[in-house]
């Protein structure tokens, strides 16, 4: 099966300093997802990105298909984006959503 | 406001008993739902696939006599952990999709098994 690995595993911030998260897959995939899981276990979808760059206030993402990884811009990080993020990836051919390692995130005032 | 609601958040359970867990897609109808597995700071692990209306297709290694899955009507899935046993505390999640962008999870479940 398919295989999706997130990089770092673990990442302590200082309040106000900017990260970027990597999610590397083993094949070719229609969709990519990335999303916050928070302390509590909710996952909240943060962005659909199958190809392309997208925006959304401090977080930014940028997918590149052709060579199989996405990565998660976060910038001014704040406290209440600690948690724990992971990319999720719907094979071609397939309608299961297969995630990622997780990056554990904690960000520190 | 939710789109999926899950429950119970949080259950404890004496070994040997049975637990349901239940899905319910508060938004629009789901033919098809999902439940995974996360283990303590591990990644999400898709158990099966829930189909209303017919058996639930489930993943390689995922006992189907262990783990039934229910899903009677378009707006509920229930996830039943039978003979439960201290292996089987977890954190359960629900999961329904609208379309092909949109992802939505239930609360969870943590599961403890005495």
């Known amino acids: 099966g398919i295989q999706v690995e997130q990089s770092p595993p673990d990442l302590i911030l200082q309040e106000g300093a900017n990260s970027t998260l990597r999610c590397n897959f083993s094949?070719?995939?229609?969709?990519l997802q990335w999303f916050h899981q928070n302390p509590w276990g909710q996952l909240i979808n943060l962005f659909y990105?199958?190809?392309g760059t997208k925006q959304n206030g401090r977080l930014s993402a940028t997918t590149v298909a052709t060579e199989r990884y996405s990565l998660l811009y976060i910038s001014s990080s704040q406290t209440t984006d600690s948690g724990v993020y992971f990319c999720a990836v719907h094979p071609t051919g397939a309608n299961n959503l297969f995630f990622g390692t997780g990056t554990r995130l904690t960000v520190i005032p | 406001g939710a789109v999926v609601s899950q429950h119970p958040s949080r259950v404890i359970c004496k070994s040997g008993t049975s637990v349901k867990i239940e899905c319910r897609s508060l938004d629009f109808q789901a033919t098809t739902m999902f439940w995974y597995r996360q283990f303590p700071k591990k990644s999400l692990m898709l158990m099966a696939t829930?189909?209303?209306?017919?058996?639930?297709?489930?993943e390689q290694g995922v006992e189907k006599d262990k783990f039934l899955i229910n899903h009677a009507s378009l707006t509920l899935s229930t996830l039943t952990v039978t003979s439960a046993h201290p292996e089987d505390s977890s954190f359960y999640i629900c999961?329904?999709?609208?379309?092909?962008?949109?992802?939505?999870f239930g609360q969870g479940t943590r599961l403890t098994v005495v």
């Open positions: 990105i199958p190809s």
């Open positions: 829930s189909n209303e209306g017919s058996k639930a297709t489930y």
């Open positions: 999961r329904i999709s609208r379309g092909a962008t949109e992802a939505f």
């Open positions: 094949d070719s995939v229609n969709n």
